[in-house]
């Protein structure tokens, strides 16, 4: 019985003479298989259950700090405006067909440039009938100034001396008639004959005197005054013509830039019209619509930043110039029928302090109003 429990225990000696020394043998802090330090086995068998309820706390605590900012942080204003500038509608007084439109879209033109030219063939008739009306009328002017001619003054006198000559010889034959008629010698018809002839010498005498004294005298101040009138007629109407001839061809009256060509070579014009539409690069400004209860925070010659979106949300300066009201056709309307009111809108222009080139009219301009204040 003996001998099988030496070789038992001297197997067990043996394999624990081979087996190799475990280094947490001489720890006394560790135990078992896991390798778990024996003061901290608790406490880490309740890790795993804590760490969520931490981060969903966490998460809470955050989005509940959020909601509240968002709730109460004040809410942005933003005002939309446009940029405008000085628009010129160029029409003609002349109707008639486009024969030229010399600029293009777009093109920059200076101040009496050709815009159109029209061709009106009627109006230039009109104009040469208007020159030689003139000519006419200073002739006549001419004529009076320079007086009667001579030979209307010999004529109308040989007529006043052949007058009075008849005179004479019908007052001889009415002397003798009478004389005849007192003794019975001549009829009293007779008489009356020869007395209606004197009578009628006598009167041819009186109008070949005022002939004669007319082309003595000449023309009157009242006739001078009315052929000085006539030229001067002549000239008012060879203006008018003029000033409708020059509208055939149509200038740039400032340096602006073409916004639109409303015609084409061919097209038929009336006065009135407009051929071109311009627009002053060198006159624009910010155009905003605000209700009534926003204008009595702003006055004229604030300044403040606008954000214009076409350049990159570039932040321009702009100087308040007008304030004016708009038609009741623009109001803000109440949306409830108790406790609102309307509430009229305002036009503001503001200009750029600064010149700014890349500014185009219709561009977008946005302002935050609670940012300016």
Do not use: C
Not at 31 to 48: E, F, I, M, N, Q
Not at 79 to 84: A, F, I, L, S
Not at 346 to 359: M, N, Q
């Amino acid at each position: 019985m003996t001998m099988p429990t030496d070789k038992t225990e001297a197997a067990s000696t043996s394999s624990a003479r081979n087996k190799p020394p475990d280094p947490r043998a001489d720890t006394p802090e560790f135990h078992g298989d896991t390798g778990t330090p024996r003061g901290l086995s608790k406490k880490w068998a309740h890790s795993p259950t804590r760490l969520p309820s931490i981060i969903v706390g966490v998460v809470i605590a955050a989005v509940a700090g959020l909601s509240f900012w968002y709730l109460l942080r004040p809410q942005p204003l933003l005002v939309q405006g446009e940029v405008d500038a000085t628009r010129l509608d160029i029409a003609a007084r002349v109707d008639g067909r486009v024969g030229e439109v010399p600029v293009e879209r777009g093109q920059n033109v200076a101040a009496g440039a050709v815009l159109v030219r029209i061709d009106n063939p009627e109006t230039i008739a009109q104009n040469q009938q208007s020159l030689a009306a003139r000519i006419v009328a200073e002739a006549q002017l001419a004529n009076i100034k320079v007086g009667t001619r001579a030979e209307v003054i010999a004529q109308r006198k040989a007529e006043l001396e052949r007058a009075q000559a008849s005179v004479v010889l019908a007052q001889k034959t009415y002397d003798r008639i009478s004389q005849l008629a007192a003794h019975g010698n001549a009829p009293i018809a007779q008489l009356d004959q020869v007395t209606d002839s004197l009578h009628e010498s006598q009167r041819a005498v009186d109008q070949a005197k005022s002939a004669y004294d007319q082309a003595v005298n000449g023309y009157t101040k009242e006739e001078h005054e009315i052929a000085q009138a006539n030229v001067g007629k002549a000239i008012a109407d060879i203006k008018a013509v003029q000033a409708t001839l020059d509208q055939m061809v149509v200038y740039a009256p400032v340096a602006s830039q073409v916004y639109q060509r409303n015609v084409e070579p061919g097209e038929y014009v009336s006065p009135g019209v407009p051929l071109v539409t311009l627009i002053d690069l060198n006159d624009m400004w910010v155009h905003f619509d605000l209700r009534e209860d926003l204008v009595k925070t702003i006055k004229v010659g604030d300044r403040f930043d606008v954000r214009i979106p076409a350049l990159g949300d570039r932040r321009i300066t702009v100087e308040v110039k007008l304030i004016a009201t708009k038609g009741e056709y623009a109001s803000w309307r109440a949306t409830r029928a108790t406790g609102d009111f309307d509430l009229r809108t305002f036009s503001i222009r503001a200009y750029p302090v600064d010149k700014v080139p890349e500014l185009r009219p219709g561009m977008s301009a946005y302002l935050d109003w609670r940012a300016r204040e």
